[in-house]
């Protein structure tokens, strides 16, 4: 049960939740996936899916949205802020992901990525840009393919304090994922980490400290949706999260990261 740390030969941790945010959240436990949750935000800090590419399973998708019993559920982002709007219940850990190994573990999996603690509120409406940041990991694990086709993500909201207020919560205004492989698999277990970071942004501004509050009752303007190609280094100092391996696994050149933000059109874009 959980996110394995050692799932990919070597050690991969989830970034660590310190400071102040240790104290307000909750680590939980699901298959093949764990969801590190901020019980003021109601939403997740950080979240980590082991994924097997060579026994994905295909179950049906379902649609049981449902609290997690073991919190309280006002620790929860539930239904209310969602009913009657375009926000989506935005999976973090993507549904297919834990869904690998003996088929009543992938139902299990797969139910458990219906809980209200792997969600958080995206604007509704695919674009190209929203459908590349989900095929991100399929992108990777392709490119991992010679390495046993596992594969680490990390991903979560960024819980910024300018994220605007909407029926209890405040909506977040980026998303952030990093997947890990090991680039050198061995059969003794050894091998080289290998990381790469991206940040979905989906604000009406490229400065998001100057989105304007919504009025009462109405849902905060969100969109376009850009993905960028981004340093590690910069996803911890934005989240405040401790992810020292990861930062040294970056693929991304430094080069490339001394431009700036890398924004990504086509999967083809990615520098892995």
């Known amino acids: 049960m ?23 959240s909750v680590s939980l436990d699901y298959v093949h996936f764990t969801v590190v949750l901020d019980s003021v935000r109601r939403l997740a800090r950080v979240t980590g899916a082991n994924i097997d590419g060579a026994t994905l399973v295909d179950v049906p998708r379902g649609d049981d949205w449902r609290f997690d019993e073991r919190i309280p559920e006002d620790w929860q982002t539930g239904p209310a802020v969602y009913a009657g709007n375009d926000l989506d219940r935005g999976h973090l850990v993507r549904r297919r992901d834990p ?112 989105v304007v509050a919504p009025a009462p009752g109405e849902v905060p303007p969100l969109g376009p949706f850009r993905t960028f190609q981004v340093p590690i280094a910069d996803i911890a100092a934005i989240t405040g999260l401790s992810m020292p391996d990861l930062i040294e696994a970056d693929v991304l050149p430094q080069t490339l990261a001394a431009a700036g933000w890398r924004r990504l059109g086509v999967a083809s874009d990615v520098v892995l």
Request: glycine share 10%; no cysteine.
């Open 99 to 210: 869904v690998w190994g003996a088929p009543e573990v992938a139902a299990r999996a797969n139910s458990d990525t219906f809980h209200f603690t792997n969600a958080a509120p995206q604007a509704g409406g695919f674009n190209q840009s929203e459908e590349l940041w989900l095929g991100l990991e399929d992108h990777v694990l392709e490119h991992a393919g010679l390495n046993r086709l596992r594969l680490n993500v990390f991903t979560a909201p960024v819980l910024g304090a300018d994220d605007p207020p909407y029926r209890g919560i405040r909506v977040p205004l980026r998303f952030w994922k990093i997947a890990a492989w090991n680039r050198e698999a061995a059969a003794d277990g050894t091998g080289e980490l290998a990381a790469a970071g991206f940040v979905l942004d989906q604000s009406p501004l490229v400065d998001t400290s100057e």
């Open 2 to 24: 959980g996110f394995d740390e050692r799932f990919l030969g070597i050690g991969a941790a989830l970034p660590r939740v310190s400071g102040a945010d240790a104290a307000t």
